[in-house]
Nanobody, 118 residues
Framework: QVQLVESGGGSVQPGGSLRLSCAAPGSTLNFYNMGWYRQAPGKQRELVAS???????NYADSVKGRFTISRDNAKKTVYLQMNSLKPEDTAVYFC????????????WGQGTQVTVSS
C-alpha cells in the first residue's frame, strides 16, 4: 500500500504560480510511474502531467510550457510546478502512483484544491 499526501494547493491570481507536492512516506518511488490529475466541478478527471520511473515526462496540451513535473526519489516526493496559471486551471489536483509492471497497484492521494481567480 502506498500513501500519497498532496499539499501546496491554494488560491492564486491569474498569472501566478503554485507548487504542488505529493509525499509518499514509507514508499520507494523509483518503482512507480507518477502522475498529476485534476478534476474541475462537473468535469471528468483528466491527466495533467506524468513522469515514468525512468524520467520521461508527458503533459496535457493545455499545460505544456506552463507546468513541470519532477520528483525527488530521496525525499519520496513528486512535485508539480505550475506557472502562468489561468482560471481554467481551477480544479482539485490529485497525485497518482502506478507501480511499474503491476497494473493493479495504483494509488491516489486525497487531492488538493487549486483556485485561480482575480
Amino acid at each position: 500500500q502506498v500513501q500519497l499526501v498532496e499539499s501546496g494547493g491554494g488560491s492564486v491570481q491569474p498569472g501566478g504560480s503554485l507548487r504542488l507536492s505529493c509525499a509518499a512516506p514509507g514508499s520507494t518511488l523509483n518503482f512507480y510511474n507518477m502522475g498529476w490529475y485534476r478534476q474541475a466541478p462537473g468535469k471528468q478527471r483528466e491527466l495533467v502531467a506524468s513522469e515514468t520511473n525512468s524520467g520521461t515526462a508527458n503533459y496535457a496540451d493545455s499545460v505544456k510550457g506552463r507546468f513541470t513535473i519532477s520528483r525527488d526519489n530521496a525525499k519520496k516526493t513528486v512535485y508539480l510546478q505550475m506557472n502562468s496559471l489561468k482560471p481554467e486551471d481551477t480544479a482539485v489536483y490529485f497525485c497518482n502512483a502506478q507501480r511499474v509492471n503491476y497494473r493493479d497497484l495504483n494509488y491516489w492521494g486525497q487531492g488538493t484544491q487549486v483556485t485561480v481567480s482575480s
